[in-house]
């Protein structure tokens, strides 16, 4: 099921990406008039250079190692019937879950349009409470398959990727066409998260858009700081 998951929003990831070199492809030779070859190199090399720059994040993260668990956390999965397998498949999906959250937090806070993008999604605190939730009902990880295998991936290499071309010293119209396309993207991926926190927290969703701004005005008046998840034990 995991593996089923990750492949899922791999198949996003890199449709994405191909889609993002066939862009770059057409704005090369149709508009800017470059010979096909060189369109060719120049929109498989950036293709090639985010699928690079994808694995080194893979194995920074994989890096991070999962803590030892400890006595208490372990009685505590156990009152919740989990076996064995079960408790290292979830601390696992959400030692992954974290290392990701932590990446987002860093990327939206990074540049001032994200930012903006963060503040008006609320995403950050939106997904850390979701998160805490997370842990404090492990019998429900299923119910948050898209937020951990779909969203909350497919928004953080978004935002790396935005970060990647916003640094570029040179910069054209396509340049800040791509950006601005990003940017929608990455807000429409934001308010799916907000979509996620409130499908997990309420009971009633006969009029989804109330739900999600009274969730947005909720963490804003709970949490006036935002919420850590470092020291979060798994």
């Keep these: 099921m995991k593996k089923n998951m990750k492949n899922i929003g791999d198949i996003l990831y890199y449709t ?16 800017f008039n470059f010979e096909f070859f060189w369109s060719l190199v120049i929109s498989l090399g950036t293709g090639a250079f985010f699928i690079y720059k994808q694995s080194l994040n893979e194995d920074s993260d994989s890096s991070k190692k999962l803590n030892r668990i400890s006595a208490e956390k372990e009685a505590f999965y156990k009152s919740k019937g989990m076996t064995k397998e079960e408790i290292q498949f979830f601390r696992e999906t959400m030692h992954t879950a974290k290392l990701k959250l932590l990446r987002l937090e860093k990327n939206l806070n990074s540049i001032s349009k994200l930012e903006a993008i963060e503040k008006r999604n609320n995403t950050i605190q939106l997904s850390k409470s979701l998160f805490k939730g997370i842990t404090e009902e492990p019998n429900r990880l299923h119910e ?3 937020f951990l295998y779909v969203h909350l991936p497919s928004l953080t ?5 935005y970060l990647e071309i916003s640094r570029h010293e040179v910069k054209n119209k396509s340049t800040f066409d791509i950006l601005d396309e ?15 926190y409130v499908l997990f927290k309420s009971d009633d969703f006969e009029d989804m858009a109330i739900e999600v701004e009274l969730a947005k005005k909720a963490i804003e008046r709970d949490n006036g700081n935002t919420q850590s998840i470092e020291s979060e034990e798994l």
Aim: with cysteine; proline share 0%; net charge negative.
């Design 144 to 146: 948050v398959n898209k």
């Design 16 to 31: 994405l990406i191909g889609m993002t070199t066939i862009l770059i492809f057409v704005v090369v030779y149709f508009i």
């Design 157 to 161: 290499d978004l935002t790396e990727k």
């Design 182 to 196: 990003s940017a929608s993207t990455i807000d429409e991926m934001c308010q799916l998260i907000v979509e996620d």
